[in-house]
């Protein structure tokens, strides 16, 4: 059941809103800074290894137990950015509306009414998996694979890219998954304040500057 609900939960078609963003994709592809899969693969190593530690450890202390709302300002601490935070309470809100459609839990109401403008969206999803008796490890997998799965599916619109070529340079960083993974749920095991909290500045300024875009593909 544990397997069939990370699946679930890791999948693209998950109604959490992920679908409508790109992670930081397309401010990289105005500015030439993704061009081809391997200036996308270096974009989505680079992202796993800051933004997407952070993000799976926070999941992965959620899905171990680590009071949300703790959890949840330790996230707002660790997003510099006013965009990023918007949209990661945004996100969070949409995952939240499925995962208590999904996997109903009293531990995810309480965290809707204690936050009814949305939580971070790593601390709920390490909430989501804990409702459908997943582990941290589940938790930070599920993040992990999010943090470079979404600017790939965005670059095949933004580009044009071959899909073959973005789902083969996913395939080529699981060795890189798995290791960030592992390093998020033990840091969740040794409590909140041995959390990471890996920065990734470039990605916080674009994002500030793409928000004020006027015409956009993606809402971030």
Do not use: N
């Not at 969070?92 to 936050?115: C, E, I, K, N, V």
């Amino acid at each position: 059941m544990s397997r069939a609900a990370l699946l679930v939960l890791a999948d693209g078609r998950f109604p959490a809103g992920g679908h409508a963003h790109s992670g930081g994709a397309e401010p990289a592809v105005a500015e030439g800074r993704i061009r081809d899969a391997d200036s996308l693969a270096s974009f989505c190593r680079g992202r796993l290894h800051t933004a997407g530690l952070t993000a799976a450890a926070l999941a992965a202390a959620a899905a171990h137990g680590v009071d949300p709302l703790a959890l949840d300002e330790a996230a707002d601490a660790r997003t510099p950015s006013p965009a990023l935070r918007a949209t990661a309470r945004k996100l969070g809100r949409q995952m939240m509306r499925a995962a208590r459609a999904t996997w109903p839990s009293p531990d995810l109401d309480a965290l809707a009414s204690a936050r009814p403008r949305g939580a971070h969206q790593p601390v709920v999803l390490g909430l989501t998996a804990r409702s459908a008796g997943l582990g941290p490890e589940d938790a930070a997998h599920c993040v992990a694979y999010e943090t470079v799965s979404g600017p790939a599916t965005a670059v095949v619109r933004l580009l044009s890219l071959d899909p073959f070529h973005a789902t083969a340079v996913l395939a080529r960083l699981a060795p890189e998954l798995d290791r960030v993974a592992e390093q998020a749920a033990e840091a969740a095991r040794r409590g909140i304040d041995a959390l990471p909290a890996a920065s990734a500045p470039l990605l916080d300024i674009t994002a500030e500057a793409h928000a004020a875009w006027p015409v956009r593909l993606f809402a971030s």
